[in-house]
């Protein structure tokens, strides 16, 4: 099967639907396909793609000069398509693609609320990023608008967000957070019960928005490197990764093999490190401390090993472009095998624990069920979408550096409940195990990183990579003088949320907490 | 259940302590005699994420591991600021949590503790000051004590306890 075979069969239908392709372009995000279209015919591409099934990816816009240009991801057999066009600035206006994805109703209105984008015929006009740190008609990405904001004023709370409601008998409403009884990150949670059973959850983020997009705006690669990795902190390696990749797809340089092997080095560690923790956090929440204590240990003991060889426990910054910027210390074998063979051999007497346990099997079993339609419908990727049948795996079915070299082995589940995310969280520890005793097997020798270009003009890239959580897409643009123009991180949280919201219906409320564990987004990452 | 009693007995005790454990035993030592001597035994902490990246919350986590553990200092988390000595703030104060912050700040009862913790919350590290962020937590509540960090580690959460506890009053 070559890249693209689908592609014609594409192109053709959307000529039946007489949807104009200004430009077909291989090269400028490449290896992702560009498709240049008429804004007139944005929503009905989105009809035919829909109708083919496809899945949707992302959604950013990006000012040039008076113009918008909007840019929406398409993913099918493993190939990146991107859906292109320009509306003006004065009256951009522009055919929603709700209808058609589900996925896309928060993303379009996190470019309405950030670029003033007004998307025809979406179901959902409320707001969502925006809340009331300014004005419903300014809008903080455009390039009129100062970093540093124009109200001084103290930002009140968004009070009156309109959720929605059910009326009925019995029913009642549980507001939660953004201030949460846990260490957990701020969101709103509204809750529509009747008795315990949960009627319908309605998610409100954006409590975590702290501009990311806005600054990222003319930083050097470098500084761009730093902030990426601040989208989400327990995906540091990834967001940095995929920023550095689009980056250095925009600027073509070429890393040498060995920081790539590196990379996925460290990419493997951060998938441990936070699996082992979820795992433990699952447990926790249906009241099983010994397994949260023993993951909770395991965990430490992988961040102390990461703090050794990488120098950092969560591994930040180790990535920069080019490469990365430390290689492993000279002790690093002796460090990295015996962990290896230890949580492997812990792995295997623990999991075995929570299997036998009927009573933990009664609370995960059918908890939080989500359905494999469901989740194709919403776009979820990672141990969500996997758990849930939907088998799909950047690394192996997109296969980057160096992970095209490497046979990537993927689990996926069709049980869709809480337990199979948890199951799906220990495979992929064991898989991520395989992987990187077959990374330092095949360790290449050589530099760590090139220098970055003095010269990197007006160019941009689009680069996937298979986080922990999912599949994570990052554009940059730089400009004319090799400045970020452009950045957008996209979180496999984006879709993962409205997931969440699915999955816990007709479930308890006390069983939202495991729910939610299962689930894991990241606010930070979502809220950007 | 014998499989349960297998591996406890199997991890025993976690005392063979790589030397960053032996800090944590007596950064905890002192901090649970300065807790007893000042709080009365207990140092309840309201932890606040006003916009972090959510790495300084999987260390603050990290502090309930069984290697830290450190509720067996007298240390623990609550879910009410109005049961709270400490309020333990990270992030930059996005503004969509600044009156969120300052709400949960003023329903802690007096005397009270503000910790800032991690770069951001000091001075909105990466982030800044920008149109969404505030640029630390000074700007928005009286900080007692400024730990840098991105994140800190559960040491530096550790180290950053004891100086608090360590300073006279509370602001």
């Known amino acids: 099967m070559n890249r693209f075979d689908w592609l014609p069969g594409f192109i053709a239908l959307l000529a039946e639907e007489r949807v104009t392709i200004l430009h077909s372009d291989p090269i400028r995000l490449a290896p992702a396909h560009c498709l240049h279209l008429d804004a007139e015919d944005w929503g009905r591409a989105a009809r035919v793609a829909s109708a083919s099934g496809y899945r949707w990816a992302g959604l950013w816009g990006d000012q040039l000069g008076e113009r918008l240009g909007i840019y929406a991801v398409l993913v099918h057999e493993g190939d990146y398509l991107v859906l292109m066009t320009e509306v003006p600035l004065q009256a951009p206006i522009l055919a929603s693609h709700t209808p058609y994805f589900p996925a896309a109703d928060r993303l379009e209105r996190h470019l309405h609320d950030l670029l003033g984008v007004d998307f025809q015929d979406h179901p959902d006009a409320r707001r969502w990023t925006r809340h009331c740190a300014w004005p419903e008609d300014v809008y903080p990405l455009r390039s009129d608008f100062p970093v540093g904001g124009d109200s001084p004023k103290r930002a009140p709370a968004d009070v009156d967000y309109p959720f929605e409601r059910i009326l009925g008998n019995g029913v009642y409403e549980i507001p939660v957070g953004p201030v949460h009884a846990g260490i957990i990150e701020p969101g709103h949670f509204r809750f529509q019960a009747v008795g315990e059973q949960v009627l319908r959850l309605e998610a409100r983020l954006g409590y975590t928005h702290k501009g990311i997009e806005k600054i990222a705006v003319g930083r050097d690669a470098s500084g761009l490197a730093r902030l990426a990795g601040r989208v989400s902190g327990d995906s540091t390696v990834a967001h940095t990764w995929a920023a550095c990749m689009a980056m250095e797809r925009a600027a073509g340089v070429d890393v040498p093999p060995r920081a790539l092997h590196l990379r996925a080095l460290l990419a493997e560690c951060e998938r441990i490190a936070n699996h082992l923790g979820d795992i433990g956090g699952i447990c926790n929440d249906v009241g099983f401390a010994f397994v949260h204590q023993q993951f909770g240990r395991l965990r430490e003991q992988w961040l102390r090993g990461n703090l050794a060889i990488f120098g950092h426990r969560l591994l930040m910054d180790v990535i920069v472009p080019g490469g990365v910027c430390r290689d492993l210390p000279e002790q690093w074998e002796s460090i990295i095998k015996p962990q290896l063979s230890t949580l492997s051999r812990e792995l295997d007497d623990l999991l075995a624990i929570i299997d036998d346990h009927s009573s933990l099997e009664d609370r995960l079993v059918d908890t939080g069920f989500l359905t494999a339609e469901r989740a194709q419908m919403l776009g979820v990727t990672g141990y969500v979408g996997k758990a849930s049948g939907q088998d799909f795996d950047v690394r192996r079915d997109h296969g980057y550096a160096p992970y095209d070299g490497l046979e990537v082995h993927s689990p996926c589940r069709t049980q869709g409940d809480v337990a199979a995310r948890l199951q799906i969280r220990a495979d992929e520890i064991r898989d991520s195990l395989n992987l990187i005793n077959r990374l330092i097997q095949s360790l290449p020798a050589g530099p760590i990183a090139v220098d970055w270009p003095q010269s990197v003009y007006s160019s941009e890239g689009l680069a996937v990579v298979e986080g922990w959580r999912g599949e994570i897409t990052s554009f940059v643009r730089f400009d004319e003088d090799g400045r970020v123009a452009r950045f957008f991180p996209r979180d496999p949280s984006w879709f993962s949320l409205p997931a969440l919201e699915h999955l816990v219906l007709g479930n308890i409320v006390p069983d939202f907490p495991v729910c939610n564990k299962s689930v894991n987004i990241s606010y930070s990452g979502q809220d950007l | ?171």
């Not at chain 2, 014998?2 to 950064?27: F, N, S, V």
């Not at chain 2, 450190?70 to 709270?84: L, T």
């Not at chain 2, 800190?152 to 100086?163: C, Q």
């Open chain 2, 1 to 171: 259940m014998q499989k349960i009693l297998r591996k406890i007995w199997q991890t025993g005790t976690l005392t063979e302590a790589p030397p960053a454990a032996d800090e944590i035993e007596a950064l905890g030592k002192e901090v649970k005699r300065i807790i007893d001597q000042r709080l009365g035994g207990s140092l309840a902490i309201r932890q606040v994420d006003t916009g972090s990246c959510n790495a300084c919350e999987l260390e603050i986590h990290a502090l309930g591991n069984p290697y830290y553990d450190i509720a067996r200092f007298g240390i623990h988390f609550v879910a009410s600021p109005r049961h709270a000595d400490l309020l333990l703030v990270t992030g930059p104060v996005s503004r969509h949590m600044e009156t969120a912050l300052r709400r949960t700040w003023r329903a802690m009862a007096n005397p009270r503790f503000v910790i800032a913790s991690g770069d951001c919350a000091c001075n909105g590290g990466e982030f800044g000051s920008n149109y969404a962020t505030c640029g630390g937590v000074s700007r928005v509540i009286p900080v007692d004590l400024h730990l840098p960090g991105c994140p800190p580690t559960p040491n530096d959460l550790m180290r950053g306890i004891l100086a608090l506890m360590r300073k006279e009053q509370p602001q």
